[in-house]
């Protein structure tokens, strides 16, 4: 397993405009296709975030949320020599 995948960390922070941003790391290509079909462990720490946000937020629980999920690649930068 590549040691980049194997060290994910994730994180959650509110904005000032309450948006929830979670950071999730490097992910395989399987956990994405599970995250797009709405399953699987990083589908679970999106719903984590969500309820650890309406409970910050004192939102009740019939408060409709709506997900965005935007997948991206960064590119690494060449090692200065």
């Known amino acids: 397993m590549d040691k980049r995948r194997s060290h994910r960390s994730v ?3 509110l904005t000032s405009d309450a948006g929830l941003f979670v950071e999730f ?4 290509p399987t ?3 599970r995250l797009r079909r709405g399953e699987g ?10 309820e650890r946000w309406r409970r ?11 997900p ?6 960064r590119k690494e930068l ?3 020599d």
Do not use: C, F, T
């Open 25 to 28: 790391g490097n992910a395989s």
């Open 11 to 13: 994180s959650s922070r």
């Open 68 to 73: 965005v999920i935007l997948l991206y690649r």
């Open 41 to 50: 462990p990083l589908m679970q720490q999106v719903e984590k975030a969500i």
């Open 78 to 80: 060449a090692p200065k």
């Open 31 to 33: 956990q994405l296709q």
């Open 56 to 66: 910050e937020l004192d939102l009740k629980a019939s408060a409709g949320i709506v």
